[in-house]
């Protein structure tokens, strides 16, 4: 009975030592193997034979792409300007040993990389060209983090930038200043208009000036000319010259009357001395 229960026991040690023995490794993992405490081999995916409380898994690594999601944090650009960026990598273990004993914590140090270069990368960097340059961001960290992380045995696929806005406090000032902006623009273009206006205004006014003093000296100049044939045509006779001259004078004074803004106009007393005298300057000229 005893001899029966040795056997059962010596069974029991030999299933349990093959089970140590025997390990199956899953598609898109790689498993590091220390001997007594060092490092031995790894593991790839399939059937894989060990030797049971020699050999011993320290980690089972995934050799996927990771998703590493890099928390937002504020970083002061070369201006002084507060933004707000996060990021987003895909890395892939290609050495498991590496990535095992090069680095405590792979993950949590590429995350930090990220971080610490990017606040680098946007700290040389103006705010205008912060924004508006997020390819150059991201091909410059991806360059930046590249070497070492290889040493911890991880490849970089890509980074990418998720966000990159200004702080809730520099958006507000952003605001105000574009609000300034155009209503600066709006009183330049008001005033320029009114300038342009203002200009026009008083060419047109001398242009009329102009056109006003010429038709005057036209005037006077044919109303000498008439004159003039009026004395050499009646040949110092004074009837007919008076009779003319005394007809434009009334015609004036009538025209004179008809006018809107006249309140009274007053007749000379001596029509006939005046029409005189205006025909006598008329014969000296």
Request: zero cysteines; hydrophobic letters at 45%; a neutral charge.
């Amino acid at each position: 009975m005893e001899g029966l229960n040795v056997l059962i026991i010596l069974a029991i040690g030999v299933i349990v030592t093959l089970y140590q023995g025997i390990k199956i490794v899953p598609q898109g993992e790689e498993w590091v193997i220390e001997k007594l405490g060092k490092f031995s081999r790894t593991l790839q995916p399939g059937l894989n034979i060990i030797i049971p409380y020699i050999d011993s898994v320290r980690k089972r690594i995934s050799t996927r792409d990771i998703i590493m999601d890099i928390p937002q944090q504020e970083v002061i650009t070369k201006d002084n300007a507060v933004i707000r960026t996060n990021a987003i990598a895909f890395v892939r273990v290609t050495n498991p040993k590496d990535a095992l004993y090069g680095v405590e914590d792979f993950k949590l140090a590429i995350a930090s990389l990220i971080m610490t270069t990017l606040r680098s990368i946007i700290g040389e960097m103006k705010l205008d060209e912060a924004l508006s340059n997020r390819e150059m961001i991201k091909a410059r960290l991806k360059d930046g983090i590249i070497d070492d992380v290889a040493d911890w045995g991880v490849t970089v696929k890509s980074v990418e930038i998720q966000d990159i806005n200004p702080s809730l406090s520099m958006q507000d000032s952003m605001e105000r200043q574009a609000a300034a902006e155009r209503e600066r623009r709006a009183i330049e273009t008001t005033a320029e208009g009114n300038k342009n206006a203002a200009i026009l205004e008083a060419q047109g006014k001398l242009e009329a000036s102009k056109l006003e003093a010429q038709a005057q000296v036209a005037l006077a100049n044919a109303s000498s000319k008439a004159m003039q044939m009026i004395a050499q045509a009646t040949d110092g006779k004074e009837l007919p010259a008076m009779f003319l001259l005394g007809d434009r004078y009334i015609n004036t004074l009538e025209k004179m009357t008809q006018s809107p803004n006249s309140k009274f106009v007053i007749y000379p007393a001596d029509i006939q001395g005046a029409i005189k005298g205006m025909l006598g300057s008329v014969l000296k000229k």
